[in-house]
């Protein structure tokens, strides 16, 4: 355990805007909320030399007395091995001062957890150890690659939320093979989607959970397969896997909603190996400036489809 001393912190510009509640729990980590909204509530934390409510909005150059807490002595996580710093730093398709966009690869999971302890997000902290702040925009599955957002900066992270939360201020397209030939051209298609409270953590349609929209374009067809073009409406864990499964369309290489027996079949005749879904591209303004991003489609995944049959 170690002991945290009381110390006060000038709130910078990455810092203004955000609740004192919500910037408590990012800097004491560890720490339950319960004990931070206590002491806020018991006047513990000041700013400005003044007590506040939880709700209160920092601005830039308050000052923050932040009590003396106790919380558990956090393990520094491994360096990044060479290779990850290398396919990370190929993978920057776009940089300004505000933002980066990059194209993940597939099997980099966007943070650390349980599968590894590095993530995207720390391995890009540790090649860019220069920069004062990285936040992830929005996340991509493990095994989806393409392109994925990183914040320079709180001001451009709240922005890009806001987009994120209206679906006609940005446009996000995504690639995926789905098993069998799809009918009826472009559909737009909602389904409550909602997360199952179980072991696995799936996520199905249930007529209670939240309405989810993807608008499905085939591009080609080919013998017992689709490559379809899908836009999202919406952001919802695993929506478009959800939504092409239960409409009896599974992507291939899905090993979570898909069909098991056209998994191995394109494993062994295609050399398929992982989910066949690309994050293919992004665009949005910000203040009359048009933001737009693409990533090619993997080799692995353009090999399987040189071999399709028509």
């Known amino acids: 355990m170690q002991q945290i001393k009381v110390t006060l912190h000038t709130i910078t510009e990455n810092e203004a805007g955000q609740r004192i509640d919500n ?22 934390v000041r700013v400005n030399k ?12 308050d000052s923050v007395r932040i009590p003396p807490v106790v919380m558990e002595e956090k393990k520094p996580l491994p360096e990044a091995p060479a290779y990850l710093l290398k396919l990370l730093r190929q993978s920057i398709i776009f940089e300004d001062e505000h933002l980066i966009a990059v194209n993940k690869p597939s099997g980099v999971a966007v943070h650390g957890g349980s599968h590894s302890e590095l993530g995207l997000i720390e391995i890009l902290r540790q090649l860019r150890s220069e920069l004062d702040y ?40 995504y690639t995926a093979l789905v098993t069998g030939e799809w009918q009826g051209g472009r559909q737009e298609i909602t389904h409550k989607l909602e997360r199952k409270q179980n072991r696995d953590q799936k996520v199905q349609v249930n007529g209670e959970g939240k309405a989810s929209t993807s608008i499905f374009t085939p591009i080609r067809h080919y013998k017992g397969a689709t490559l379809m073009d899908v836009q999202i409406l919406t952001g919802r864990m695993h929506q478009i896997r959800t ?34 879904l690309h994050a293919r591209s992004l665009s949005f303004e910000i203040e009359d400036k048009k933001y737009s991003f693409e990533a090619p489609l993997p080799e692995e995944l353009q090999q399987i489809i040189v071999h399709l049959k028509t």
């Open 243 to 276: 939504q092409l499964a239960h409409l009896e369309h599974p992507i291939i290489g899905d090993t979570m909603y898909g069909d098991k027996k056209r998994n191995s079949y394109f494993g062994k005749h295609y050399g398929s190996k992982r989910l066949f």
């Open 23 to 44: 910037f408590l729990m990012r800097r004491l980590k560890g720490i339950p909320k319960s004990r931070i909204y206590r002491i806020i509530r018991k006047g513990e």
């Open 134 to 173: 990285l936040e992830l925009v929005h996340r991509l599955d493990m095994e989806t690659s393409g392109v994925l957002l990183i914040a320079k900066s709180r001001q451009m992270l709240q922005t890009l939320h806001e987009r994120f939360r209206d679906a006609h201020r940005i446009e996000k397209h």
């Open 50 to 61: 003044k007590r506040i409510k939880s709700e209160y909005k920092l601005q830039l150059g």
